[in-house]
């Protein structure tokens, strides 16, 4: 039933009266506390981010599986490097079933996934202490430090890279280039070094060791961003080119659009989308170089300890930082995705087939 009212010969129509079919060919309008449908490419998104975080927790679980398998095949006994040499044998059996060690592998994962599954990684072989405690106080150092030293290179290596495409074969892009050949030859730790020789016992102005203030963090920083803004600035300016020869830059151009909008809304934004996805692709390297930078620095983070427990063979505590580190990779990776395909349209829609 729809009322007619007519106002200077116009006929009006009360919307909310209308009763409208599929079959009539015009919209239903929308009635006040009724739900607005989701776009079809926000469920579409919504279950790729389901689907990509299920698939993160099956690679975890595989991950976890061959670090314990691989662990248990490594060579030699963990009690030769736990307890001493004057220990009987008797007391190395006891210790042996009383931290689990007699178990089979599978016996052994097996526990381990159920006390992790509660918060409880166990209790490492070395130190007796608890490795979740531990890793409360140690991770945050590590995350700190490769958070920052990410960060600090996209923001210097971007900016670089995009001059440099844009004033390809002059002399700032050959030196850009001449620098990062340079930098990518020379190991991140030997950078950390030098940087001690100038600024720690040259010119004593930071401090080469410790973790507690800020000042602590700018040399192994410092290293890791001038040893690592290489690749970043090389891959900007490789994909900074190879968007400035595609056809929609010249018809941005064309259409009279100023040189800072073609340059930051169409070039920058179309070369940030792989540039965003390596970077998170790239995060075990960079923890590989935190590994690293903490031994060097006397920093006590994760990627010491474990390095430290591998050379005690404390199993345990190596099985925990590995598993922390997939965590981690998955998690980046899956932030990777979803930035590119909120950058670039088509993979929206080729996850939303079609809709955007």
Known sequence: MVRNDTFHGIHLFDLRTVQ???????????????????????????????????????????????????????????????????????????????????????????????????????????????????????????????????????????PLGLIAAYHQGGWFDRFIMGYSMVTAAIPTFWIGMVLILLFGIAVPVLPVSGYTTWKHFVLPIAAMVLGGISSNTRLTRSEVLGVIREKYVSTAYAKG??????????????????????????????????????????????????????????????QACLLVISVLVVICNLLGDICSALLDPRIRASISGGAQ
């Open 257 to 318: 659009l100023s040189e800072n909008a073609v340059r930051y809304g169409h070039v920058l934004r179309n070369a940030l989308i792989l540039i965003v996805v390596t970077t998170f692709m790239n995060l075990p390297f960079i923890i590989a170089g935190a590994v690293v930078m903490e031994k060097v620095f006397a920093m006590p983070g994760m990627g010491a300890w474990m390095v430290d427990a591998v050379v005690k063979t404390d199993f345990p505590v190596v």
């Open 20 to 158: 409208s079919k599929p079959e009539d060919g015009f919209f239903i309008p929308y009635e006040p506390g009724r739900r607005r449908p989701t776009p079809k490419g926000v469920n579409a998104l919504f279950d790729y981010v389901v689907r990509r975080t299920l698939q993160g927790i099956l690679l975890v679980l595989a991950v976890s599986v061959l670090i314990c398998l691989l662990l248990n095949l490594m060579p030699g006994d963990p009690m030769d490097n736990l307890v001493s040499e004057q220990v009987s044998d008797e007391r190395k059996e006891q210790l042996r079933v009383e931290w689990g060690l007699d178990k089979p592998w599978y016996v052994q994962y097996v526990k381990w996934v159920g006390r992790a599954l509660r918060g409880d990684l166990g209790t490492s072989l070395d130190t007796n202490l608890s490795i979740t405690a531990s890793l409360k106080n140690r991770l945050p150092i590590s995350l700190r430090l490769c958070g920052i030293a990410m960060l600090i290179q996209l923001l210097i290596a971007v």
